[in-house]
């Protein structure tokens, strides 16, 4: 019988609680602020995080997760007696944390040669951030305690990462202009003339596909992102920052849109609210490609 193992990083915005109680082991990415380093979660909240970035003159970083935390990590399991180890990390294109997990697998397997046959592990890079892998990473979970196999599990998530997306609007360009999401000129001209960018996360990458100009804008412009892209029926998660007002009537809009409600509301840690700020709005659909 198959004893699964499910571990992310702290930029999946899974609850700690909900991590616990799931079975799920999250390891912290490393935060700098200010010349001032934190784990996330850890040593900083997320609250406390928007605090310390709104405040900040600097745009915040983060460091990757070692290979070495991963190897320690793998080899635990393996002497647990995990049979399979599913390892779900941030954007490969983003972050060598994906590169680092992989490395931590060849080198548990080089230096315990009997591992291989004991434990397999698989390592799977989630091309995105936030719940767009935070929330198939618990759905995992329950399919495990289900007994589903760590195959279909595996090919689950592959699905959804294939599949899913992110469209989401910064309230101010402040943000994406430090982080270079937009260039300072064009983010100079679209705050002159109120323009804010639509942006979406896809297959490991951003992009501005559309500009729009006003508040008024934004929930209707979101909301018929979601609707025209997504799979008929899919399940669909709302991702809020420090304040949520908006965030709330986006995912009251899409409700009446699309017949039922969001299947959560996630608050965003560092890595997204780095680069568009603490109170973005977003959505995360599963597209029809």
Same mark, same amino acid.
């Given at each position: 019988?198959?004893k ?24 912290s990415v ?14 900083? %909240?997320? =609250? +406390?995080?928007?605090?310390? @970035? ?6 915040? &970083?983060?460091s990757q $997760?070692?290979?070495?935390?991963y190897e ?13 180890v ?21 080198n ?28 198939p990473v618990?759905q ?8 589903? %196999?760590? =195959? +279909?599990?595996?090919?689950? @998530?592959k699905?959804w990462?294939?599949?899913? &997306?992110?469209?989401? $609007? ?5 943000y ?14 679209g ?18 596909i ?16 979601a609707?025209?892209?997504m ?59």
């Amino acid at each position: 019988m198959e004893k699964i193992k499910l571990i992310t990083d702290t930029t999946s915005d899974i609850p700690l609680a909900q991590a616990e109680a799931l079975g799920i082991d999250i390891l912290s990415v490393m935060l700098s602020v200010n010349g001032q380093s934190y784990r996330e979660r850890v040593d900083l %909240s997320t =609250d +406390e995080f928007y605090e310390l @970035l709104e405040k900040s003159d600097e745009l915040p &970083t983060t460091s990757q $997760i070692t290979s070495f935390i991963y190897e320690e990590k793998f080899k635990q399991y393996l002497d647990e007696g995990y049979t399979d180890v599913i390892c779900v990390c941030i954007n490969g294109n983003a972050s060598a944390t994906y590169q680092n997990a992989c490395m931590a697998k060849t080198n548990l397997y080089e230096n315990y040669p009997m591992a291989e046959e004991q434990m397999r592990i698989h390592v799977l890079d989630s091309r995105s951030y936030s719940a767009l892998y935070g929330y198939p990473v618990k759905q995992a979970a329950l399919k495990a305690a289900e007994g589903v %196999s760590a =195959d +279909e599990i595996v090919a689950y @998530l592959k699905d959804w990462f294939s599949k899913a &997306t992110i469209y989401f $609007i910064p309230p101010t360009l402040k943000y994406v202009k430090k982080s270079g999401r937009v260039s300072a000129a064009a983010a100079f001209a679209g705050d002159l003339l109120g323009l804010k960018p639509v942006i979406q996360f896809i297959d490991g990458e951003n992009k501005v596909i559309e500009k729009i100009r006003g508040e008024k804008k934004v929930i209707p412009t979101l909301a018929d992102k979601a609707e025209k892209n997504m799979v008929s029926g899919a399940p669909y998660i709302i991702l809020r920052g420090c304040k949520g007002e908006t965030s709330a009537a986006l995912g009251e809009e899409l409700t009446k849109r699309l017949g039922y409600p969001p299947a959560e509301t996630v608050k965003i840690g560092a890595a997204i609210s780095i680069n568009s700020g603490p109170d973005v709005v977003a959505v995360i659909v599963l597209e029809n490609r």
